[in-house]
């Protein structure tokens, strides 16, 4: 239906098969649920509830890293915890991707002079989308989520041409 408004009726689309898997994945995110600190009260939790409604836009949380696409790091990380962010996030299957969330998973925020402070969270895991504030807005968690799906759906682009310079 969608396509054929597109296109025009009794139209034929061409898609690759790995963009159809991007963009499916770009619309069907995922995310642990796992919150640090603050951060995820502030802003997740809200993203989540009736007002801002992340649901629609096909993003659900997940009790279990095996079952989860994306980690959003809400909140201060220790020395002490970042074993375990890694392990859960080497836990969650591929494809995945990090979120960090607030200036505390940026660099350490308020408590980067404490020396049991990880200076943000990318020094862990591979970040794909920051999101500064503290606490951040839910709408900026939700803007997160739209650069993300565009980082995804680029993703064929980025492959091409990258087997195009192999050639
Ligand atoms: S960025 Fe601010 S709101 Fe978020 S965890 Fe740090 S102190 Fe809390």
């Keep these: ?95 995945k991707w990090v979120v960090a969330m607030g200036a505390c998973a940026n660099t350490g925020g308020p408590f980067r002079e404490y020396p049991n402070v990880v200076l943000g969270v990318d020094k862990i895991v591979p970040v794909d989308v920051y999101i500064p504030g503290c606490p951040p807005r839910p709408e900026s968690v939700q803007y997160a989520f739209i650069e993300l799906q565009k980082k995804i759906r680029n993703r064929t682009g980025e492959r091409l041409a990258a087997r195009r310079d192999r050639t």
Excluded at 71 to 91: F, P, S, W
Aim: aromatic share 10%; hydrophobic share 45%.
């Design 1 to 95: 239906m969608a396509i054929d408004r597109l296109t025009g009726e009794h139209s034929i689309a061409f898609i690759r098969s790995e963009q159809l898997f991007d963009l499916a994945r770009s619309h069907s995110l995922w995310y642990m649920a796992f919150g640090i600190a603050c951060c995820a009260i502030e802003g997740l939790m809200s993203a989540s509830g009736p007002r801002f409604d992340f649901d629609r836009m096909g993003v659900f949380f997940r009790a279990s890293p095996r079952q989860a696409d994306v980690m959003i790091v809400a909140g201060t990380v220790n020395l002490k915890m970042a074993e375990t962010v890694r392990m859960l996030y080497d836990q969650m299957p591929e494809p």
